[in-house]
C-alpha cells in the first residue's frame, strides 16, 4: 500500500526546494506561511481520509497497473463505478473543507495524458505510452500530488500561439537536444501549485501543424531549475495574517490557493516527455481533461455548497428566522440548486464509456451541462446565502474591534441576535459565510474548468440539432414512417 498520512505530506513538501513567491517575497518554506498554509491543510485532508476505514472504497482505488490498493487521486478511471465514486470522494471533502482540495487537476491531467499518449503512439508509433505508464507507477507508489498546468496567459486572444508578438505567451520548446527539451513560458490559475511535488504541462489549446514547438506534454519536478510559482492574491487573503475571527474558513481558506507557474527555460528530460510535436493531438488533450473537470464541478461544489447551506440554516436560526416559511423556502431552493448539479455530475459519470486507450470518460454533454450550471448556480446560492444572512456580513467591524474594550461591548451588543446564541458564533458563521461567497470564490466557478462559453460550444457540437429535428417530424406527423426519419436507439444520450 502506498498512501501517504498527511504528516508525510507535509514532510515531503519540506524537503522540495522550490523557488517560490507570495506577496512579492521569496518564501524558503511555504509550508509554514500563513497565506498558504491554509490551502496545505486542506490537502492533507485528502491523505488523511484515505486511511480512515470508513471511506477506503471512497478515497482509495485498485491500480489497474499493478493491482496495489493506490489513493483514487493517482488512480486512473477503468469504469464509471469509478467516476462515481471520484464524485462521491470530491463531495464528501468539499464538506470536511468547504473549499478546494486542489489534487483533482493533477489526476484529470494524468488522465488525460494517459489517454492522449495512447492515441499519439497508436497513430504515430511513438513511444510516449510506455514512458507515461512508468511515470504514473512512479506517482502511484509515492502518492504524489501533481498541479496540472494547462492554461496559457494566451496574450492577444485574436491570435493563434504562433502569431504572438511575444512567442512565450504559450508554453513552448526553445531547445531541442538528444535527451530532452528546453521549454520556455508560463501557466496561470494553477490550483495547488505551489504545493505540489510534481507540475503536469499539458497545450493549453488546439494548434495548427506549423505550431509543433507548442504541442508540449510534459512533467516537471516543482523544484527544477527554472521552475518558479507566484502565488495568487485572493479577497479577504491578508486577514490570514491576522489571527482572529475574520479569517472565514481559518483551516481550509478558500478556493485552491492558485499560482502562476513560470518556466524559465526549463529542462525536461525525454522520460518525462509525453506530446512532443505532435500537434493533431493537443486538442484531444485539453478536451478530455476539461471535460472529466467540468464534471468534478458538481461534486466539490456541492460539498461546498452542503457547508455554506449549514452555515445559512445556523444563521437563520441564530436570527430567530427559521421558522419563516420564506426563509425555509429559500433554503430548500439552495438545496435543489446544489443537488441539481450534482446529479448531473452523477449522471455524466454514470453514462461514462471506454477511451481508445481503455480508460472510461464521462459523458460529455452532461459533464459540460455540469460546469455551465455552476457558473450559474454558485452564484444563485451565495445571493440566496447573503439573503438570508444578512448585510452585517459586509459592515460587521473588524476584529480589533472585539478586542478593544472601549468598543468591544457595543459590537457585541448590538449584533447579539437571538440571546441564547453566543454573539462570537454569529459573527464567524458571518465571516464564513462572507469568505465563502468571495469574489474569489465565485470567478473560479465562473471560470475554472473553462469559461461559460466554452462549454457552450462543446455543447452546441453536441445537440445533434437534427435527429432532435427527426424526433419531432416523426411525434407530429404521427407516422413511424417518414422518410429519413429513424427510431432513437434505445440507448440514446444527448451527445450520440
Ligand atoms: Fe477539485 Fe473542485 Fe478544486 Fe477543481 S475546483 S481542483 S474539481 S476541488
Given at each position: 500500500m502506498s498512501l501517504k498520512t498527511a504528516e508525510e505530506y507535509v514532510k515531503s513538501l519540506r524537503a522540495l526546494k522550490i523557488r517560490a513567491y507570495v506577496a512579492g517575497e521569496r518564501v524558503d518554506s511555504i509550508v509554514d506561511h500563513p497565506m498558504v498554509a491554509p490551502h496545505i491543510n486542506t490537502v492533507g485532508k485528502t491523505y488523511e481520509l484515505a486511511h480512515l476505514p470508513e471511506y477506503r472504497e471512497v478515497m482509495t482505488a485498485v491500480s489497474h497497473l499493478t493491482g496495489e490498493r493506490v489513493h483514487r487521486y493517482t488512480h486512473i478511471f477503468q469504469t464509471p463505478d469509478d467516476l462515481v465514486k471520484k464524485l462521491q470522494m470530491l463531495r464528501l471533502l468539499g464538506q470536511v473543507t468547504g473549499t478546494c482540495f486542489q489534487r483533482c487537476v493533477g489526476l484529470d491531467a494524468l488522465n488525460a495524458v494517459y489517454a492522449t499518449s495512447f492515441e499519439i503512439d497508436a497513430g504515430e508509433g511513438t513511444d510516449y505510452h510506455q514512458r507515461f505508464l512508468d511515470y504514473l507507477r512512479w506517482v502511484q507508489a509515492e502518492d504524489l500530488m501533481l498541479a496540472g498546468a494547462m492554461t496559457d496567459p494566451k496574450g492577444d486572444r485574436s491570435k493563434r500561439p504562433s502569431e504572438q508578438?511575444?512567442?512565450?505567451q504559450f508554453v513552448r520548446v526553445v531547445d531541442r537536444r538528444p535527451d530532452g527539451v528546453v521549454i520556455r513560458g508560463a501557466k496561470l490559475h494553477n490550483t495547488g501549485g505551489i504545493n505540489s511535488h510534481e507540475v503536469v504541462v499539458m497545450p493549453g489549446t488546439g494548434l495548427q501543424p506549423d505550431e509543433a514547438d507548442y504541442a508540449i506534454a510534459c512533467a516537471v519536478p516543482a523544484d527544477a531549475d527554472g521552475v518558479i510559482f507566484i502565488f495568487g492574491r485572493q479577497s479577504n487573503d491578508s486577514r490570514k495574517l491576522e489571527d482572529g475571527c475574520d479569517i472565514g474558513n481559518p483551516r481550509f481558506g478558500v478556493v485552491g490557493g492558485e499560482a502562476m507557474v513560470v518556466f524559465d527555460d526549463v529542462f525536461v528530460p525525454n522520460e518525462r516527455?509525453?506530446?512532443?510535436?505532435?500537434?493533431?493531438y493537443a486538442a484531444t488533450l485539453v478536451n478530455y481533461f476539461a471535460t472529466w473537470h467540468r464534471a468534478n464541478y458538481g461534486g466539490c461544489k456541492g460539498g461546498n455548497a452542503d457547508v455554506l447551506i449549514g452555515a445559512t440554516a445556523k444563521m437563520a436560526k441564530m436570527l430567530g428566522t427559521d421558522r419563516n416559511s420564506i426563509v425555509r423556502d429559500k433554503l430548500v431552493e439552495m438545496v435543489h440548486l446544489n443537488e441539481t448539479t450534482y446529479a448531473s455530475a452523477i449522471g455524466a459519470s454514470a453514462m461514462g464509456s471506454a477511451l481508445p486507450c481503455g480508460s472510461c470518460m464521462v459523458e460529455p454533454m452532461m459533464a459540460n451541462t455540469v460546469k455551465q450550471n455552476i457558473t450559474r448556480n454558485v452564484y444563485q446560492i451565495g445571493r440566496l446565502s447573503h439573503d438570508l444572512a444578512g448585510g452585517f456580513i459586509a459592515t460587521l467591524p473588524d476584529a480589533k474591534s472585539l478586542e478593544n474594550p472601549e468598543i468591544a461591548k457595543y459590537v457585541e451588543k448590538y449584533h447579539t441576535a437571538k440571546p441564547e446564541y453566543d454573539v462570537m458564533e454569529r459573527i464567524r458563521f458571518g465571516r464564513y459565510i462572507e469568505n465563502a461567497t468571495s469574489v474569489t470564490t465565485l470567478v473560479e466557478a465562473m471560470h475554472?474548468?473553462?469559461?461559460p462559453q466554452a462549454q457552450r460550444i462543446v455543447m452546441m457540437g453536441q445537440a445533434n440539432f437534427d435527429e432532435k429535428i427527426a424526433m419531432a417530424e416523426r411525434v407530429i406527423h404521427s407516422d413511424d414512417n417518414v422518410p429519413g426519419v429513424q427510431l432513437p436507439s434505445p440507448s440514446f444520450r444527448a451527445s450520440d
Open positions: 508578438a511575444d512567442p512565450d516527455i509525453f506530446m512532443n510535436g505532435e500537434t493533431a475554472g474548468a473553462g469559461s
